[in-house]
């Protein structure tokens, strides 16, 4: 049996869905401009909160059973789900911080990965600014994929195969135990989206569909653990990893990116894709 016909939205429903985007992207934006050495997490979490509440929105991540932050903020070898703390961030540190917003009952998703600013040695930044160089460009690969698939298994089958076009020798690992997802009145919904090739096809990809594509990419093996706080999802053998998402709404007229200002027109160029506003 397939999808139940609610996963596919009515225009009216994409249209509630922009400003909780958009109020997602101006808060990541807006932690984006603090990130500097000596800074906490738990003030880039502060900063997040005083954005989404000044617009009238309520932190989703909150609504989230046992957890009382508006971001996961994750460090070097944290790849998702990273607790703010009081631990000070260091130059050349990967963090990849992730939040969200719900609006008027719609919600919002999407991540950012960054290298801290500061005198690190190029040995120790080289390797983690192309980790996530190479994850943000799987993740427009996989929007570009989206705009022109039939089914979501081709959206994943896209992300896999630009990883492995642009990864150093060797490879990267993307994680299996943590994939993308559905959204709208809540933040996690059905459809699952894999950020790898696989057997299945997926839902049907047509106009009404919201989803947040989010790969997680790690510089070694994909193998992670929970760490002790029920949370923090870190690699096992130590290495980097790198977390990128975006809100993504399939409409009459094409595909639009909630979570990013220009709909994703400049990140969407480079792969011929023009988004369409939503009517």
Partial sequence: MGLRSSVYKKPAHLRSMIEPGLITADALAAVRRIVEPGVTTLQLDAEAARVIGRRGAESNFQLVRGYRHT???????????????????RAGDILSIDAGAQYKGWNGDSAFTIIVPGDAPDSLTAPRRRLSDVTEGSLWAG???????????????????????????????????YVGHGIGRKMHESPSIFNY??????????????????????????????????????????????????????????????????????????????PKEID
């Fill in 143 to 177: 929007i570009a994929a989206l705009s022109r698939a039939s089914h979501l298994g081709e959206v994943g089958a896209a992300i896999e195969a630009y990883i492995d076009e642009h990864a150093p020798e060797g490879g990267y690992g993307i994680l299996r135990d």
């Fill in 71 to 89: 971001i996961c903020a994750s460090v070097n070898e944290q790849v998702v789900h990273g607790i703010p703390s009081d631990r000070p961030l």
């Fill in 197 to 274: 090739a696989t057997t299945e096809r997926g839902a049907e990809v047509r106009p009404g569909l919201a989803v947040a594509i989010e790969p997680m990419v790690v510089i070694g093996d994909q193998a992670t653990e929970v760490e002790d706080d029920g949370w923090t999802v870190s690699t096992m053998d130590g290495t980097d990893g790198s977390h990128w998402e975006h809100s993504v709404a399939v409409h009459d007229g094409g595909i639009w990116v909630l979570t990013a200002h220009d709909g994703g027109a400049e990140k969407l160029a480079p792969f011929g894709v023009v």
